[in-house]
């Protein structure tokens, strides 16, 4: 919400929501800190979730409900993702048996947590030499595990190939068949 109360007190332009997102999650750290809680920001995938949530227009009881919509939907987008991600693993890890030493499994690992590795982060990360990290990696690609997405001969960047054995799971598109905007009617019933 602070998102919207941003512009509604007019301290950037409309269109430059940057500054207003940045803002806001320095201030979640921030309470976080205070509170002595857990390290690290509070995430919601509203932009998984597609660009209404986000979306300044309408009354207030109209903007909640599509904010919520969003965030419902962007949860279960990130659930899913999350969930490609470890069957991902799973199917690298038996792949990758046969590999001996340490590189083979921190590469898996680096694939699993980072959206797109380049040799050099992996390198780094892995403490390897960068030719035993380009070489796991260009084994990791003829396997079919990862695939190169930059099209590059330098700067090149990798990322794991989605099995889509998760699209047959049934992951519903609302938790309970309850949505944003019914909210405001639940809540009246109850008062």
């Known amino acids: 919400m602070g998102f919207h109360l941003w512009h509604v007190a007019e301290l950037s332009q409309i269109d430059d929501p940057?500054?207003?997102a940045?803002?806001?999650a320095?201030?979640?750290?921030?309470?976080?800190?205070?509170a002595r809680s857990a390290p690290g920001a509070i995430f919601a995938p509203i932009a998984m979730g597609g660009g209404g949530g986000l979306r300044a227009v309408g009354d207030p009881a109209t903007r909640l409900a599509r904010w919520l919509n969003a965030m419902e939907s962007g949860v279960f987008a990130a659930l899913r993702r999350l969930e490609e991600i470890e069957v991902w693993a799973?199917?690298?890890e038996r792949a990758m048996a046969p590999l001996s030493g340490k590189t083979p499994p921190m590469l898996r690992d680096i694939f699993t947590s980072w959206p797109l590795v380049s040799v050099?982060?992996?390198e780094r990360l892995t403490g390897?030499?960068?030719?035993t990290a380009q070489r796991n990696i260009d084994w990791m690609e003829e396997k079919g595990l990862i695939r190169e997405v930059?099209?590059?001969g330098r700067y090149r960047m990798w990322r794991i190939v989605e099995t889509r054995a998760t699209e047959g799971k049934l992951i519903p598109d609302r938790?309970?068949?309850v949505r944003g905007e019914d909210l405001f009617d639940i809540q009246a019933g109850r008062q």
């Open 150 to 152: 930059t099209g590059q």
């Open 175 to 177: 938790h309970d068949g």
């Open 18 to 20: 940057l500054e207003a």
């Open 128 to 131: 390897a030499h960068r030719a």
């Open 90 to 92: 799973a199917t690298a």
């Open 120 to 122: 050099q982060m992996a």
């Open 22 to 24: 940045v803002t806001a």
């Open 26 to 34: 320095r201030i979640a750290v921030a309470d976080l800190a205070s």
